[in-house]
């Protein structure tokens, strides 16, 4: 029962990540962070990501271009192509710790020891990777929300919306962390078990049996 229970967090927990790990590695790449409909042509949407701004017109052309500088731009979009390649390399370290540690994997079979540890780590990797993705994310969302309700801007200039991209960095983040959390949850112990009692504590006729002597007939009436 408890190997059971063991075998299918881990499987839970992979499955979550995983899913995770390939939400967060889309994100990244995907430039649907922010939105933005034009009043004077709604034919037009613009779309901006962490590498492309692109214009998606309604005949389904896609005309996509990449952002000029490195440094031009904006804070939050700087720190979340760093944050976001970190974590997809967390979640692919996790995935490669968590391989061997995995219940039936004959790898390290003869070594409960370290592939409680490969667990623990492709955890801990895990769950970074999904705080990595839920800060950029969170930021780029926070700054569109103080963008979109900044009365010093003109009614009449658009406003970035929240894109596609934001909820599902927002899932990713969320898998990556409950995934590793049940990594780190399988490797608990399920059982302990008690020591026997030192021999002696026990009474006179349970240490002359637990040494495979009969008691002797004199002191038969005293332990009785």
């Known amino acids: 029962m408890a190997g059971s229970w063991r075998a299918k967090?881990?499987?839970?927990?992979?499955?979550?990540?995983?899913?995770?790990?390939?939400?967060?590695?889309?994100?990244?790449?995907v430039p649907l962070w922010k939105n933005l409909n034009l009043e004077l042509n709604e034919l037009e949407v613009w779309t901006m990501g962490l590498w492309h701004v692109c214009i998606v017109q309604e005949e389904g052309v896609v005309e996509c271009q990449p952002h000029g500088s490195f440094l031009a731009l904006p804070p939050e979009l700087r720190v979340s192509r760093l944050l976001m390649c970190l974590s997809n390399?967390?979640?692919l370290l996790g995935a490669l710790l968590a391989a061997p540690g995995l219940e039936g994997w004959t790898l390290c079979q003869d070594k409960p020891g370290l592939k409680r540890r490969l667990l623990l780590a492709s955890g801990a990797a895990f769950g970074t990777a999904g705080m990595a993705t839920l800060a950029p994310v969170s930021w780029v969302a926070y700054n569109t929300v103080l963008d979109f309700w900044d009365d010093t801007i003109p009614d009449i200039v658009p406003r970035w919306e929240f894109g596609e991209a934001t909820f599902l960095g927002w899932f990713a983040g969320a898998f990556l962390a409950a995934g590793g959390l049940l990594?780190?949850?399988?490797t608990r112990p399920t059982s302990t078990l008690t020591p026997p009692a030192p021999i002696c504590r026990q009474p006179p006729a349970a240490q002359t049996l637990a040494r495979g002597h009969p008691p002797h007939p004199k002191n038969a009436d005293l332990v009785i």
Do not use: E
Request: glycine letters at 18%.
């Open 9 to 29: 967090a881990q499987a839970g927990g992979m499955l979550l990540a995983l899913l995770g790990w390939v939400s967060s590695c889309v994100t990244t790449v």
């Open 89 to 91: 390399g967390l979640g």
């Open 183 to 186: 990594l780190i949850c399988s």
